[in-house]
């Protein structure tokens, strides 16, 4: 079972925007850092946009000013803004939460499954 679902994922044409959605499933305490990851065959994961709790953001160069990185806390979901979007940024997009379930309770690392999107130039 899925501990982390992700969606927003698809097919847009270069100068276009897409938002990610990330949501963790089951009791969630609080969200220590998250971020999103992106990958392309034959190559490893990179960092695209990573945040932590203290409100401390770090973007990959290539999608600074372009993307954007933020949470809404009511929901525990998290976003990925991508705007002005090159065909250079197609890949498959992985969110990552880092987070606790219950107070004293140990810390979660989870990974979503991963979405694809697709920048057509």
């Known amino acids: 079972q899925a501990q982390v679902l992700e969606s927003g994922g698809g097919l847009v044409q270069a100068g276009g925007s897409m938002r990610l959605s990330c949501e963790p499933s089951?009791?969630?305490?609080?969200?220590?850092?998250w971020g999103w990851y992106r990958q392309v065959p034959g190559k490893q994961r990179e960092m695209v946009a990573v945040?932590?709790?203290?409100?401390?953001?770090n973007y990959a160069d290539s999608v600074k000013d372009r993307f954007t990185i933020s949470r809404e806390t009511a929901k525990n979901t998290v976003y990925l803004q991508m705007d002005k979007l090159k065909p250079e940024d197609t890949g498959a997009y992985y969110c990552?939460?880092?987070?606790?379930?219950?107070?004293?309770?140990?810390?979660?690392?989870?990974w979503g499954q991963g979405t694809q999107v697709t920048v057509s130039s």
């Open positions: 990552n939460i880092q987070l606790r379930r219950v107070p004293g309770g140990r810390a979660y690392d989870l």
């Open positions: 945040r932590t709790s203290g409100g401390a953001s």
């Open positions: 089951g009791n969630v305490l609080s969200i220590r850092n």
